[in-house]
């Protein structure tokens, strides 16, 4: 059975970082995304990584701030978030198994999600 389990959410004050884990269990990936829910707000995509080819893809309003990596050998994908703002706010799901037609958008499996909220 697969999981997605998402770690290192939090609070953290304007203009800080914070880096999510999401840590897979059940079978490996080649493409994983992160995507991020506000309150009253669509899910939208942050952000996505296939290892196989080692491309990256961001949403516009992340580029600069944000990076996501991976760990091949734990089955781990990172997102580390900087300069992080009051518009970041938002539950933050990590993705696995991209559709290769519709990547970077479309995923097979999710994690449950995991608050980050930054505060002024």
């Known amino acids: 059975q697969v999981q997605l389990v998402e770690s290192g959410g939090g609070l953290v004050q304007t203009g800080g970082s914070l880096r999510l884990a999401c840590a897979a269990s059940?079978?490996?990936?080649?493409?994983w995304g992160w995507f991020r829910q506000a309150p009253g707000k669509e899910r939208e995509f942050v952000a996505a990584?296939?290892?196989?080819?080692?491309?990256?893809h961001y949403a516009d309003s992340v580029k600069g701030r944000f990076t996501i990596s991976r760990d091949n050998l734990k089955n781990t994908v990172y997102l580390q978030m900087n300069s992080l703002q009051s518009e970041d706010t938002a539950v933050y799901f990590c993705?696995?198994?991209?559709?290769?037609?519709?990547?970077?958008?479309?995923?097979?499996?999710w994690g449950q999600g995991i608050q980050v909220t930054v505060s002024s």
């Open positions: 993705a696995a198994d991209g559709d290769p037609s519709r990547w970077p958008y479309v995923y097979r499996y």
């Open positions: 059940g079978r490996t990936f080649v493409s």
């Open positions: 990584i296939r290892w196989s080819a080692g491309s990256t």
